[in-house]
Every structure is written in structure tokens, then in C-alpha cells.
């Protein structure tokens, strides 16, 4: 059993889809999750017991009936953990992986944006299982290694994806009031690409000019800020970049922009692209280069 292959092991899932996730057989999972001492049945009530309470925060109205019905749950479950003041302990000699945020895992440069985006769950979002809103959800990528998809996914291109989780970014402003969220993750395209009809690049990946670039990140900050309750965290992606054969340091720019709109830099975490060490010189005939890293930069809302 080469449990010692297993590096995804996700205990909201199936013994299964752990085995799929992780390329191995089921035995192995099953070796794993015996040799650990993990307590898969309490992992499973406070999986369920986050995901009520923090039904309950964003909707403090809801009766069981309607909290039961939306997660889809039995009400008489709902209500159980609706009575729980906190959540679940593990069997004796047990433990459970869901609540724990191993100590090595508070890091700051990564080759994993889903590590990443964990990491600041757990120092700054500790109550939460997951962030309630991605304006640029686009195929979820964040989200496919063991981090549960925000509750709200929006983009600009969803008309494109065929996939009813992500709305369109155009309703977003009317579909709820200012001062809505706790948290927000955004990841705008960060590089600039001639204008071309035989374009190999996907539509949401560049920006026609620099000037498009920086508006739409202004844009999307005064969004988030504007969407979001003082003391909010917004999650910000972006990486800098070469622009007519010399560096660009949008970071900066988005430094600038959050600080004069109201945001206050909390955390800075580093995404080192293992498939880009280096600047991919097959781009050169564009305007922009795939960087080697990109940083993930985490706002508090500090002002109205």
C-alpha cells in the first residue's frame, strides 16, 4: 500500500474520490486513514456542523426546514447541529484532519495555489471552510484539489463555460447590496497581448492594452471594496510582468490602487509556477511574458 503517495487526501470526500484524486486504490486510502487515526465519522459531523453554521451567519432568518432544504439535509439534522455550541470531538485515540491546519502548511511561497488560498482560510478566515465569493471563478481552478468552491462564483466570461455554479459578472452589482461580504477572491488576467484574429491564447487569460489592464483591475478593486463589510479580506492574485522589453511591476500598481481605495495589505503569499521557471520565451512576439511566481496579496477592507 504506497500510502506514502497520498498528498490530497480531502476528508469531505468519498474513500473513492480520494483514491481517484490520488492515484491510488482505495486500500491504500483506507491504510492511510487507519494508519493516521483519523476519525472519518466525526470528520463527516463537523464537516456538516461548519457547513450549518455558516449557513445560519449569512442567513440568520432561515428556519431549519429551509436551512435543511438549501444543503440538503434533513431538518431534524440541521437542528442538531443548529443546538451545538461548537463542534464534534474525535473518538479516544482518534483525530480529525478537518479543522486541522497542519503547522507546515503556514507558508509562504507555494508551487500550489489551492495550499495557498488554505493557508489564509486558516490564519485569516479561521471560522470558515470557504470564501463566500469569486468574481473570477472562471473553470474553478482554485478549487479542484481538495478546497470547497466559494458559495458565490461569478466571471465575466461565464456565458462561456456552460456550467450553472458560475454567474454572470454583470449581475453581480444588482444581485446584492454594498456591504455584503466577508471575503472575496479575485485573479485578473495579468499581461497584455497584441490584438490578433489567430490569437492561440484564451479570451480571459490577456488584456488588448496596458491601459485595459490597469482599468480593470481599479475597477474590480472598487467593486470588491464597495461589495464588501469593513474589515472584509479580499484575496488578490497578480503577478508582474514584461511589457516592451522591460519589467512591469503591476503589484506595485495594485498596491497603490487598493491603499487609495481603501484597502490595508495584511498578507503577502508567493505562488511559484512549477510549470514556468522561467520566463517562456515562445511569448516573445507578444507584448507580455508568462512570469515565473505571482503574488497572492490579502486586503482588509478599512474603510467605508
Not at 465569493?133 to 472562471?138: G, K
Not at 516592451?244 to 490602487?257: F, G
Not at 510549470?275 to 511574458?289: E, L, M, P, V, Y
Request: net charge positive; proline share 4%; hydrophobic share 35%.
Amino acid at each position: 500500500m504506497k500510502t506514502s503517495r497520498i498528498t490530497k487526501y480531502d476528508p469531505t470526500l468519498s474513500v473513492e474520490e480520494n483514491a481517484a484524486n490520488n492515484n491510488v486504490t482505495t486500500a491504500a486510502i483506507r491504510s492511510y486513514i487507519q494508519s493516521k487515526g483519523i476519525d472519518r465519522s466525526t470528520d463527516r459531523q463537523i464537516y456538516l456542523y461548519n457547513k450549518v453554521k455558516e449557513y445560519i451567519t449569512q442567513n440568520p432568518k432561515d428556519k431549519a426546514p429551509q436551512i435543511a432544504e438549501a444543503l440538503g439535509l434533513t431538518a431534524n439534522t440541521v437542528r442538531k447541529y443548529l443546538r451545538m455550541s461548537e463542534p464534534p470531538k474525535p473518538k479516544e485515540k482518534k483525530t480529525t484532519i478537518i479543522n486541522q491546519v497542519d503547522k507546515v502548511h503556514f507558508l509562504s511561497v507555494s508551487d500550489n495555489q489551492t495550499d495557498i488560498l488554505k493557508v489564509i482560510l486558516a490564519i485569516h478566515l479561521p471560522k470558515r471552510m470557504r470564501f463566500q465569493c469569486d468574481l473570477t471563478a472562471w473553470k474553478l481552478g482554485f478549487y479542484k484539489e481538495g478546497l470547497q468552491e466559494p458559495i458565490q462564483c461569478y466571471d465575466k466570461y461565464a456565458s462561456m463555460l456552460n456550467n450553472n455554479k458560475v454567474k454572470d459578472l454583470a449581475d453581480f452589482d444588482t444581485d446584492w447590496h454594498d456591504g455584503t461580504f466577508e471575503n472575496i477572491v479575485i485573479d485578473l488576467p495579468c499581461s497584455v497581448e497584441i490584438p490578433s484574429t489567430k490569437s492561440r491564447f484564451d479570451v480571459s487569460t490577456h488584456f488588448s492594452s496596458l491601459d485595459e489592464l490597469l482599468e480593470e483591475h481599479e475597477k474590480m478593486l472598487r467593486l470588491a471594496h464597495r461589495k464588501m463589510q469593513t474589515k472584509g479580506i479580499l484575496v488578490y492574485k497578480v503577478m508582474d510582468f514584461t511589457f516592451q522589453n522591460a519589467p512591469y511591476w503591476l503589484s506595485d500598481e495594485v498596491l497603490r490602487m487598493a491603499k487609495e481605495i481603501g484597502f490595508g495589505l495584511v498578507d503577502k503569499l508567493i505562488y511559484i509556477d512549477p510549470k514556468h521557471s522561467k520566463i517562456d520565451r515562445r511569448r516573445t512576439r507578444f507584448t507580455a511574458s508568462v512570469p515565473a511566481h505571482a503574488y497572492f496579496f490579502v486586503f482588509r477592507k478599512t474603510v467605508k
